[in-house]
């Protein structure tokens, strides 16, 4: 299994997108795609070729479960790890979330310092098992 580099990060809050922006790509040193929206994932990530997808759960157009479920019918996308970052105190990764490839959940707010570190260390757990 090769290193995480691509990351694709689906948020609707320009701020936290910013901030995120800075923690992912300026500390964590991951290449990072943007996207404002699940719409815009659907077109955008087949050719970003993202190693990980990390989603918000509450987005405007289609929340992040559904994302992922459009996401997984691309072939290239079918098995492409994920990990939900969400603000929702109730989300939780159990056994139906695991069989769609989802190896985390990361709790807003985050951190910007420490999130590349959770990120990478969920990454690396998954390519441990």
């Known amino acids: ?16 997108q910013m901030i995120a922006r800075l923690s992912l790509e300026t500390v964590g040193g991951y290449d ?5 929206s699940g719409a815009e994932a659907l077109t955008q990530a ?8 990390l989603l918000d759960m509450m987005l405007p157009d289609m929340d ?3 994302t992922l479920s459009r996401l997984r019918a691309d072939a290239q996308l ?18 139906a979330w695991r ?3 989802v190896i985390g959940v990361l ?12 990120v990478g260390a969920l990454w690396a757990e998954w390519c441990s098992q």
Do not use: H, N
């Open 1 to 16: 299994m090769s290193g995480l580099r691509k990351i694709l990060y689906v948020e609707d809050d320009v701020d936290i």
């Open 46 to 53: 087949a050719g970003y070729g993202p190693d990980l997808l």
């Open 64 to 66: 992040g479960p559904e």
């Open 78 to 95: 079918s098995s492409v790890p994920a990990v939900f970052l969400t603000a929702r105190t109730d989300a939780w990764l159990g056994p």
């Open 32 to 36: 990072l795609m943007l996207c404002d």
């Open 107 to 118: 709790r807003k707010p985050f951190d910007p310092m420490t999130l590349p570190e959770q």
């Open 99 to 101: 069989d769609q490839g």
